[in-house]
């Protein structure tokens, strides 16, 4: 009976899926509100076992890593314009400035604020810094060759395709100090350094463009009837997705960088095949069903209790990471970029929490001990129940604003500025 119950449950999920973006396109409102909602209200009525992530540590990390991988396989296959500096000089200021700063922030804020040990402090910063691209998907840029990449939306595609892998560095260091035991640093940094943070990052962008420009070949540039486009299947671009992570998981580099760039390169390899959007359309498809499956479940955790025993002075602290330290985070980031402030607050606003968030706190409380890790999962628990409610909810009315307001100054301004950025990358 039990089976059978779930059997039918699963096939509504999946009905659900297909049929709430559609309704709730002109609302107010996200499938992701929709999704922990219903979790919420199953597994309360139902007195369904808790399915916390400390109860389930491996299966946590796993479900969220390939979430997370299918979202960035996504994310790149979305992006029509070619990687350049000048092209994505928001995108390297977003991670090379607002980044960091709001790792920062976030730590000392744990540090001085919530009262963790730094691994914990540390951990926390790395984990709610980077823009989800699983949560994002609302306000990333349309599928291949739509045209909808304005720079708001390119911006915050490209950089929740880049920020995951490159948090990742500082989620080790978290876990080494971690591991310190009153040995001394020196050892670590230099092992950071070189390893976490050198090494890590080059194979992941390298064995990721290789992937991506071999495998472009073999769907694109292979002669006669053996290119993989011909056969018109989507489920390719899962393939490329699995091979780009495992071959650079076994390099000993960050499979998230290596997935995301080996999208761009497949992009790369030919720009205009329709054959993009089939393996996109598989990608979205498949990323919307786990998603919705993982965040039933974890608004089953906070049926059980997940974020019950958090002060209000954790609820303030919270509310801060969210609603102050990365749009304060991302203005800074964008200083002195011709944009308009209103802009530029979205791009910082719409920073999203989400399966990102719970992948690195789950990949770390699996790697070493850390004092607090109730405490972490309630935080985090919360922030990214937050960002579901407050960015779901505004995400339509804010950017339908700033599509009017745009269209009113001038018709075609991102067109305009994508023209001379071109030009000056050529």
């Not at 018109?232 to 997935?259: H, P, Q, R």
């Amino acid at each position: 009976m039990s089976y059978t119950v779930m059997m039918v449950g699963v096939g509504f999920l999946i009905l659900l899926v297909a049929w709430l973006p559609m309704v709730l396109k002109e609302l107010p409102l996200s499938l992701p509100i929709i999704c922990v909602g219903l979790g919420f209200a199953v597994f309360g009525a139902l007195e369904l076992e808790n399915p916390e992530p400390l109860a389930f540590p491996e299966a946590t990390e796993r479900l969220t890593e390939l979430i997370v991988i299918i979202s960035l396989m996504g994310a790149g296959l979305k992006l029509d314009r070619r990687i350049g500096w000048r092209r994505w000089i928001i995108t390297w200021r977003l991670l090379g400035i607002t980044m960091p700063l709001s790792i920062l922030m976030i730590a000392l804020i744990g540090w001085y604020w919530l009262d963790f040990p730094l691994p914990a402090s540390i951990l926390l910063g790395a984990a709610l810094a980077p823009t989800d691209p699983v949560l994002a998907s609302d306000i990333q840029v349309g599928p291949p060759q739509s045209g909808e990449e304005d720079e708001i939306r390119f911006s915050l595609t490209s950089e929740a395709g880049l920020n995951d892998g490159l948090a990742f560095p500082f989620v080790h260091l978290a876990i080494g100090v971690a591991l310190l035991n009153g040995n001394p640093p020196w050892d670590l940094l230099e092992h950071w350094v070189l390893l976490d943070v050198v090494w890590k990052l080059a194979a992941g962008v390298g064995v990721g463009w290789l992937v991506g420009r071999l495998l472009g070949y073999v769907t694109f540039r292979v002669p006669n009837r053996a290119n993989l486009s011909r056969t018109g299947d989507g489920f390719v671009s899962l393939g490329i997705t699995m091979v780009a992570y495992g071959l650079t998981e076994l390099a000993s580099g960050y499979g998230f960088v290596a997935v995301f760039v080996a999208a761009l390169a497949l992009r790369d390899a030919e720009r205009n095949s329709e054959y993009h959007e089939r393996l996109h359309d598989f990608v979205e498809q498949t990323e919307r069903l786990m998603m919705m499956v993982m965040l039933v479940l974890f608004g089953g955790t906070l049926a059980h209790g997940l974020i019950d025993a958090l002060s209000w002075s954790a609820v303030g602290a919270a509310a801060a990471i969210l609603l102050l330290v990365r749009p304060v985070a991302g203005v800074i980031g964008l200083t002195g970029v011709a944009m308009p402030l209103g802009e530029k607050l979205a791009i910082g606003f719409f920073g999203i929490r989400g399966m990102g968030s719970i992948y690195y706190i789950a990949y770390a409380l699996n790697a070493a001990e850390f004092d607090v890790p109730n405490a972490l999962w309630a935080v985090a628990g919360l922030i990214v129940l937050l960002s579901i409610l407050v960015h779901g909810t505004t995400v339509t009315p804010i950017m339908r604003r700033i599509d009017r307001r745009r269209q009113v100054v001038d018709p075609l301004p991102d067109a305009s500025i994508h023209r001379r950025m071109e030009k000056a990358d050529v």
